[in-house]
C-alpha cells in the first residue's frame, strides 16, 4: 500500500453572495477567472435547488472542497492531487486536509481582522486591501497542508508542544511574568512549540491555541526582538481585539502574554522581561537544546522508531519528533531505504489522516452552526467504519516505505513510524514501550 504523496493546493477566497473574488493563494498557477467563476457557479446552484455542495473529485484524482462562512465568505480548496494514489483510498483523507485548512484560514482571517469586518462586507475592496495581512499566516497553514512544516497542529487541532527539562522553574517564571503584565494568559515558546503556558491560556479553545501559535511563529520569523498586534479570538472573543505582546528571549525561545490597555510594549520590554526571565537563561538554553526533538533527555526512544504524533485527548496537547536519518557508510545499501525527514513528516500526517477517518475517532470543534455542520457531513468517516459496533484501539499499516502503528487508550493517541525491517508482529509492543516512556518520564 501506499500513501498518497501531496499535491498542490490553491485557496479561494469570494463573497458568498455576489462571488467577488477576494484572493487566492496557493499555487504558483492560479487558476483562470472563467473556472473560479464555474467553481462558484455550482455551488450556488446547489444551494438555489436546497443542496448543499460540500466537496467533489475530479477524473484525474483532484479534489475540491466548498465551505461558506457567516453567509459572507465562500472559501474553496483545490488540491491537484497526490502523485501516487492510495489503494483502496477514499476521500475522506484528502477532505479531512482541505476542510480543516478552510476552517483555520476562516479562524485565521477572524483573528487578525474580526468576525463584524468578514461578516459586514460593507466595503469589499478595502477588505481586499485589510485581507493582505493574513497572507502571511495562511501561506503558513498551506504549507503545513502540503507537508512542508514539522508542525501538526493545524491538522490535528491540538497545541504543538515541546517538553522541558525543567518545566517548573519554567512554569513559575511564566506565571510571575504574566502576573506582572495585568494578564492571565500567557505561553513560552520554544522552537514554534509550546514549553509551557498559564492555566488560563490552556483554556483557550484548541484552535485558538494552535493559531496563536501560528501567529507567534510568523512574528519571530519577522526579525524584531518584541511586538505588539492586536488579535481577536475566534470563539471567546471575535468581535472585540486583545494586544498579542510577544518578545524574544533568546533565538529560538519567545514568550507571548494576552493582555488589555495595559502594560505599554515599552514598559513591559523595559522592566518585565529581564526582571523575570535574566535568572532563568540556562533554564530556557536547556530547553533550546531539546531541539526537534520535542522530548527531554531523560526519555529514551527505541532505535526502531522513525517518528511519533502522540496526541493527550484530555488536554488537547501534542508532542510529534523525527528522529534524524543516519546511514552507515560501511553497510551495504539496503532494498528498503530509509524515508527522508521531510517525508517522515509528510507520512505522519498522512497516517494520522488514515486513522482518523477509519478508525479512532476525531475531535471537532465546538460550537458549529447547523449549516456549518450540513457542510461537513459525514464524509470524513470512511463507509466501512460506521458499521462498527465498537470503537477499534490499534491500527497498523504497511506501506512501500515503513510501517505504521496507530495505538488508542481513554488519554492518549499514539502514531508511530517503523522501518520496513521491523517485524509486524512487533509493532505494538514497540509502540506500548514507546507510550510508556515518555508518559512515565514526563507526565503527560
Same mark, same amino acid.
Not at 504523496?5 to 487566492?24: D, H, I, K, R
Not at 467533489?56 to 461558506?68: H, L, N
Not at 468581535?239 to 494576552?258: I, M
Not at 531541539?291 to 529514551?300: A, D, K, M, N, Y
Given at each position: 500500500? @501506499?500513501?498518497?504523496?501531496?499535491?498542490?493546493?490553491?485557496? #479561494?477566497?469570494?463573497?458568498?453572495?455576489?462571488?467577488? $473574488?477576494?484572493?487566492?493563494?496557493?499555487?504558483?498557477?492560479?487558476?483562470?477567472?472563467?473556472?473560479?467563476?464555474?467553481?462558484?457557479?455550482?455551488? @450556488?446552484?446547489?444551494?438555489?435547488?436546497?443542496?448543499?455542495?460540500?466537496?467533489?473529485?475530479?477524473?484525474?484524482?483532484?479534489?475540491?472542497?466548498?465551505?461558506?462562512?457567516?453567509?459572507?465568505?465562500?472559501?474553496?480548496?483545490?488540491?491537484?492531487?497526490?502523485?501516487?494514489?492510495?489503494?483502496?483510498?477514499?476521500?475522506?483523507?484528502?477532505?479531512?486536509?482541505?476542510?480543516?485548512?478552510?476552517?483555520?484560514?476562516?479562524?485565521?482571517?477572524?483573528?487578525?481582522?474580526?468576525?463584524?469586518?468578514?461578516?459586514?462586507?460593507?466595503?469589499?475592496?478595502?477588505?481586499?486591501?485589510?485581507?493582505?495581512?493574513?497572507?502571511?499566516?495562511?501561506?503558513?497553514?498551506?504549507?503545513?497542508?502540503?507537508?512542508?512544516?514539522?508542525?501538526?497542529?493545524?491538522? &490535528?487541532?491540538?497545541?504543538?508542544?515541546?517538553?522541558? $527539562?525543567?518545566?517548573?522553574?519554567?512554569?513559575?517564571?511564566?506565571?510571575?511574568?504574566?502576573? /506582572?503584565?495585568?494578564?492571565?494568559?500567557?505561553?513560552? @515558546?520554544?522552537?514554534?512549540?509550546? /514549553?509551557?503556558?498559564?492555566?488560563?491560556?490552556?483554556?483557550?479553545?484548541?484552535?485558538?491555541?494552535?493559531?496563536?501559535?501560528?501567529?507567534?511563529?510568523?512574528?519571530?520569523?519577522?526579525?524584531?526582538?518584541?511586538?505588539?498586534?492586536?488579535?481577536?479570538?475566534?470563539?471567546?472573543?471575535?468581535?472585540?481585539?486583545?494586544?498579542?505582546?510577544?518578545?524574544?528571549?533568546?533565538?529560538?525561545?519567545?514568550?507571548?502574554?494576552?493582555?488589555?490597555?495595559?502594560?505599554?510594549?515599552?514598559?513591559?520590554?523595559?522592566?518585565?522581561?529581564?526582571?523575570?526571565?535574566?535568572?532563568?537563561?540556562?533554564?530556557?538554553?536547556?530547553?533550546?537544546?531539546?531541539?526537534?526533538?520535542?522530548?527531554?533527555?531523560?526519555?529514551?526512544?527505541?532505535?526502531?522508531?522513525?517518528?511519533?504524533?502522540?496526541?493527550?485527548?484530555?488536554?488537547?496537547?501534542?508532542?510529534?519528533?523525527?528522529?534524524?536519518?543516519?546511514?552507515?557508510?560501511?553497510?551495504?545499501?539496503?532494498?528498503?531505504?530509509?524515508?527522508?525527514?521531510?517525508?517522515?513528516?509528510?507520512?505522519?500526517?498522512?497516517?494520522?489522516?488514515? +486513522?482518523? +477517518?477509519?478508525?479512532?475517532?476525531?475531535?471537532?470543534?465546538? /460550537?458549529?452552526? $447547523?449549516?456549518?455542520?450540513?457542510?461537513?457531513?459525514?464524509?470524513?468517516?470512511?463507509?466501512?467504519?460506521?458499521?462498527?459496533?465498537?470503537?477499534?484501539?490499534?491500527?497498523?499499516?504497511? &506501506?512501500?516505505?515503513?510501517?505504521?502503528?496507530?495505538?488508542?487508550?481513554?488519554?492518549?493517541?499514539?502514531?508511530?513510524?517503523? $522501518?520496513?525491517?521491523?517485524?509486524?508482529?512487533? #509493532?505494538?509492543?514497540?509502540?506500548?514501550?514507546?507510550?510508556?516512556?515518555?508518559?512515565?518520564?514526563?507526565?503527560?
Amino acid at each position: 500500500m @501506499m500513501l498518497q504523496q501531496a499535491g498542490s493546493v490553491q485557496l #479561494l477566497c469570494l463573497t458568498a453572495n455576489s462571488g467577488v $473574488p477576494l484572493f487566492t493563494r496557493g499555487a504558483s498557477k492560479q487558476l483562470p477567472f472563467s473556472i473560479i467563476g464555474s467553481l462558484n457557479g455550482v455551488h @450556488m446552484f446547489g444551494a438555489g435547488q436546497g443542496v448543499v455542495l460540500a466537496g467533489c473529485e475530479t477524473d484525474r484524482g483532484g479534489r475540491m472542497v466548498w465551505r461558506v462562512f457567516q453567509d459572507s465568505v465562500m472559501l474553496i480548496a483545490v488540491s491537484s492531487g497526490g502523485q501516487a494514489q492510495q489503494e483502496g483510498g477514499g476521500a475522506g483523507e484528502e477532505d479531512l486536509h482541505l476542510r480543516r485548512l478552510l476552517e483555520n484560514v476562516w479562524n485565521c482571517m477572524v483573528l487578525v481582522l474580526g468576525q463584524d469586518e468578514l461578516a459586514s462586507l460593507r466595503n469589499v475592496e478595502r477588505l481586499k486591501r485589510d485581507l493582505r495581512s493574513c497572507y502571511r499566516l495562511i501561506d503558513q497553514l498551506l504549507e503545513g497542508v502540503q507537508g512542508q512544516e514539522g508542525i501538526m497542529g493545524d491538522l &490535528t487541532h491540538c497545541a504543538d508542544c515541546l517538553l522541558p $527539562p525543567n518545566a517548573t522553574l519554567l512554569q513559575e517564571g511564566l506565571d510571575g511574568f504574566t502576573q /506582572a503584565a495585568d494578564s492571565e494568559f500567557g505561553c513560552l @515558546m520554544v522552537h514554534g512549540r509550546i /514549553a509551557t503556558a498559564t492555566e488560563k491560556w490552556w483554556r483557550l479553545a484548541p484552535q485558538e491555541v494552535v493559531l496563536l501559535s501560528v501567529l507567534a511563529r510568523s512574528l519571530s520569523l519577522s526579525g524584531s526582538a518584541s511586538c505588539d498586534t492586536p488579535v481577536f479570538l475566534p470563539q471567546g472573543s471575535p468581535t472585540v481585539a486583545h494586544r498579542l505582546l510577544r518578545f524574544q528571549l533568546l533565538p529560538g525561545a519567545d514568550v507571548c502574554v494576552l493582555c488589555g490597555p495595559s502594560p505599554t510594549l515599552h514598559r513591559s520590554e523595559s522592566e518585565l522581561v529581564g526582571c523575570f526571565w535574566s535568572p532563568l537563561l540556562e533554564a530556557l538554553r536547556g530547553s533550546l537544546a531539546v531541539g526537534e526533538r520535542c522530548l527531554p533527555g531523560s526519555v529514551t526512544l527505541r532505535p526502531d522508531v522513525l517518528a511519533l504524533l502522540l496526541i493527550n485527548r484530555e488536554s488537547r496537547r501534542s508532542v510529534s519528533c523525527v528522529k534524524a536519518i543516519i546511514t552507515n557508510p560501511n553497510h551495504p545499501p539496503s532494498d528498503h531505504p530509509l524515508p527522508s525527514k521531510a517525508r517522515c513528516w509528510e507520512l505522519l500526517r498522512l497516517f494520522y489522516t488514515f +486513522t482518523t +477517518t477509519r478508525y479512532f475517532p476525531l475531535e471537532e470543534s465546538p /460550537a458549529l452552526t $447547523p449549516g456549518e455542520k450540513a457542510q461537513r457531513g459525514d464524509s470524513l468517516r470512511e463507509d466501512f467504519a460506521l458499521g462498527f459496533s465498537h470503537q477499534p484501539l490499534q491500527c497498523y499499516l504497511v &506501506t512501500e516505505e515503513c510501517k505504521c502503528f496507530g495505538l488508542q487508550t481513554a488519554q492518549h493517541q499514539l502514531y508511530l513510524l517503523t $522501518p520496513l525491517s521491523v517485524p509486524t508482529f512487533a #509493532l505494538r509492543s514497540v509502540a506500548t514501550q514507546t507510550l510508556s516512556a515518555i508518559t512515565l518520564a514526563t507526565g503527560f
